[in-house]
């Protein structure tokens, strides 16, 4: 039935139309039988390729400011842990203003609505039990560990055959590494074990409650968010930069630059070309050098690419054949000073080394800096940022380290933050000297003043699992969870912070602050699910 241009379904209570002056588009409120009026509902509507979210406030309020929603046919959709729409809701845009009032029922499936931070918290066991799943989020969400019935025998080849797939594997596009990965049998036994007394082998439902978290409230309740579908679910965005051309990102899993276009919704695409054929393909690190070039880090494909934006093709620097096994991988690359040496860092992950490219020959430098440290803890060098004199500053993802690479002599010089087996894992390097981290396994937010050697830390909440952190211009730092589907802004001051609900699942890597809108503007890659999405705080 169409009224006043616009079809609605049983979920819709109400539709008014209102006179265009001042409109906004579409606005309502969202209520259920058990809570009334609820806040921190995440009201979505899609047209196309391109999907708008706002939130419901106190009074279950929600509002599409205007110009967000052009004239169109849009589904809704909510996000309210608990909760879904009564039934499908569709809707026809005019130039009318639109009411529309929303009923929420009880989900019959909890479970499916979880994220991972939120499976996180109800698994039971202890902290060191329940950390290698952080790693399984790198590939798809622990819910398949919960609802598996794999006996702790049958865990054991599942996670073998887990070793065999390619870091840069996603749901939509699973690689396999060329080079075989042994586990320690104490480790994989151990970790069986556990996994087997969190899932469905013994009995038909879980022996522990679910903890779903809070909806948002508040100033988390006063936010856009726009997600923007890429052409193919196989494409993983992982790192993004923002200018004047459009949003760039690196593909993770396939071997191609991209470009989308916010204003029409529409990406494009740059072959990047393959060093090794019947290797997994996928960029990881995308950076920016000081002629606004890019960079990208080709993982498996052995090698480091430039894509010179004026001329709009790619020079590749490959690891030459005598270092250049099944196992070689470049995760990082840091050109953004380049111009003072003509050197460009990058990693060997397979050899937890770093490498340093010169530009002139082609020839790659290794510098092992760890070879001084003891015990028998893993190291990984990964995050990489330069000064203006183009010293390395890297984070140990592996452990609890920053460390820096003098230019000049190339000595190693380590830091160990104060929160011991931290896991740094990205961040920047601001004007000032203070190099921002996140620490992945401590959950925090960390500052390395590299003028006087000074570190401080910021908790963030349980299992937010962060992977990086930017520093927007009014000194707030933002974060995206790799594990609880937010994205957290956090008053440095205060320690206060602000936890925004992305519409959907989401797996974040690299973060991206526009400084240049006011409010700033958050931008990221859907890493899991061929999306870019920019989030934009009202205050």
Known sequence: MRVLGCLLVAALVCVTAARAENAVGLRGRVSSAAEGPMEGVLVSAKNATIAVTVVSDRAGEFVFPAGKLPPGHYGLAVRAVGYELSAPAE???????????????????LAAQLTNAEWLASF?????????????????????????THTADEWIAVLQRMAGYANNTTPAHPQVRAAERKLAPERVRKTADYLATINLNAQPTWSYALKPQARPSGRATRVVITEYDLPRDSIAPHDVHVDGDGVWYSNFSESFLGRL????????????????????????????DQDGNFWLALMFQAGLAKYDRAQQQFTLFAIPPDMNNDAMQQSMVMPRHSDVDGKV??????????????????????????????????????????????????????????????????????????????????GMLDASGQLWFAEFAADKIGMFDTNDERFQEWPLAPFTAPYDVAIDRNGELWVGSMASDRVVRLDRASGQATEYLLPHQTNIRRVFVDNTTNPVTFWVGNNHHAAIVKLEPLD
């Open 124 to 148: 039971p066991g202890t902290p060191e039990q329940k950390r290698p799943l952080l790693e399984c989020m790198s590939c798809h969400t622990v819910e398949r560990i919960a609802r598996s």
């Open 345 to 426: 860092w990058s990693n060997d992950v397979n050899r937890h080394a770093i490498l340093r490219l010169d530009l002139k020959s082609g020839a790659f430098e290794t510098v092992d800096p760890f070879k001084s440290v003891g015990g028998d803890h893993t190291h990984a060098p990964y995050g990489m940022m330069t000064d203006a004199a183009n010293n390395l500053y890297f984070l140990d993802f592996g452990d609890e380290s920053i460390g820096r690479v003098d230019a000049r002599t190339l000595r190693v010089t380590l830091y160990s933050t104060p929160t011991p087996y931290s896991r740094p894992r990205r």
């Open 261 to 288: 276009d916010p204003a029409t919704g529409r990406a494009s695409e740059v072959p990047v070309p393959v060093l090794k054929p019947g290797f997994p393909t996928g960029a990881l690190d995308m950076e920016v």
């Open 91 to 109: 809707i026809d845009l005019a130039l009318q203003e639109l009411r529309i009032d929303l009923a929420l029922t009880p989900t019959a499936d």
